[in-house]
């Protein structure tokens, strides 16, 4: 699925509640979820964010949240990359 997909399975089954700390997703999902991380960085690298992003000629350098079980961040939940 899509980061869209998976944040409207995020708002629809939380809401205003509690959102879990993590969640399950197979590879397609979370490989989706990693490029438009990436994508949105780049796009607004000149934007200020918790995350940083430094332009050193022609690299672009992303620093990245990770949860504690080494999963991608999204949306405050860590996405757990199932085998």
């Known amino acids: 699925m899509t980061s869209n997909e998976l944040r409207s399975i995020f708002n629809k089954t939380y ?6 700390k993590s969640f399950n997703v197979d590879h397609e999902t979370y490989a989706n979820v990693c490029q438009d991380v990436f994508n949105w960085y780049v796009k ?12 050193e000629g022609e690299e672009t350098i992303i620093e990245l949240s990770i949860g504690p079980n080494n ?5 405050n939940v860590e996405l757990i990359l199932v085998k």
């Open 71 to 75: 999963g991608i961040m999204f949306k």
């Open 44 to 55: 607004n690298k000149n934007e200020v964010t918790k995350y940083s992003v430094h332009i």
């Open 15 to 20: 809401g205003l509640g509690e959102w879990p």
